[in-house]
């Protein structure tokens, strides 16, 4: 089963004007347009183009009308529901603080608040549905920046020497202020310290110790001495962050984060309890078909800071950078370790075959790409998606750009030797 589908870009206010847009080869909303949703999730599932009057007419009401045709007995037997979820995601300011819960905690966190009784879009809910939300991101423009993770001890070591440099290098220094950080950082747990105190007395207002730091760290970020060290990145993120969300606990957690710039085609894996936020850039996102997020910052919707220090795994770590393997001439797969999807990238003039596994999303950037497989054959053009049904076993494609592929990993996914 070949099914054409498209979807509205989501609105959120962080969004590019235009970057979605140009993906698709289409005019801008003239609005922000921050992600296309590609697949089954009720938050926004795919329409179908070649909906039938009194037929379904979006992805997951094609699914639930026959979970096994279209997901396979594999899939469809853990539930009638697409397991994963595609995104385009264009930041045109940074995104939220935020990290995803691990399976067991999703499944707690959803039954506690199912029977507390908030409705499932109510302002304070944490958890939208009982599973966890790995993901994936890889980009797409020549640039994506991010935070992610908490980064290696000695590097936050290296990040408040330069503040006190900083600081002492200042016409009026406020050594005061960078003691509280550090006899934070300093305690038995200070990272998980550091936080916690940032979250909960940083967001009062003007008033309070934490308020003093995020103040003096955004003004010595503006500093030579600061934007002269390895950490400018850091530091120039810090000035973006302050101006966009003046006062922002964020502000100094982002100091305390790996900085990470991936180049067209990099990406990284965000693990369950992974601190991160995405700044600028456009990418492929995919991921567990889940919309549970903890936030922890630079966002006006609703922070819970004590379900937040659960969820969160304060080990320092290198950035989470998944390296893709080359699986055949011209293909691409990213592969995390766990969670059951996979992405491949496709590229280049040959026929290239792809077996697989369970159902799949295509999603074609470029001028254009023909896909065929037991079915026959069908022509998509830019920004155009697919889903197709495991029963087709196998996709060839034939194209001018680059196709997207998401799907499971039941069995293994590989490719199939050019015809």
Known sequence: MFVAIRNTPRDYAWGSRTAIAEFMGVEPSGGPEAELWLGAHAGSPSKLLDAVEG???????????????????EVAGRGPRLPFLMKVLAAGRPLSLQAHPTPEQARAGFEREEAEGPAIDAFDRNYKDPYAKPELVVAVSERFEALSGFRPIEEVAGIVATLRAADAASARPQPGAIDLLTARLDGPDGLRETVAWLLLDGRGGDSGEAAWLIERVAALAAGDEALATPYAASFLTVLDLAAEYPGD???????????????RGE???????????????????LMAAS???????????????????????????????????????????????????TLFRVEGSGDTR??????????????????????????????????VSPDERALSFEMAGTAWVATTTERTTRPLPRA
């Open 55 to 73: 037929g379904p007419s979006d992805l997951a009401d094609l699914i639930a009308a026959d979970p096994v045709a279209a997901l396979g007995p």
């Open 249 to 263: 606990p964020g502000i100094v957690i982002s100091l305390l984060l790996n900085r990470v710039t991936l180049r």
């Open 267 to 285: 990406a990284l894996f965000l693990d369950a309890g992974n601190i991160h936020a995405y700044l600028e850039g456009l990418g492929i996102e």
């Open 291 to 341: 919309d549970n997020v903890l936030r922890g910052g630079l966002t006006p919707k609703h922070i819970d800071v004590p379900e937040l220090l659960e969820v969160l795994d304060f080990t320092p770590m290198a950035p989470p950078l998944l390296t893709p393997i080359e699986v055949a001439p011209g293909v691409l797969e990213y592969r995390p370790a766990g969670p059951d999807f």
């Open 354 to 387: 792809l077996a697989l596994s369970g159902p799949a999303l295509v999603l074609v950037e470029g001028a254009w790409a023909e896909v065929s497989s037991r079915s026959g054959l069908m022509r998509i053009e830019r920004g155009d998606a697919l889903f």
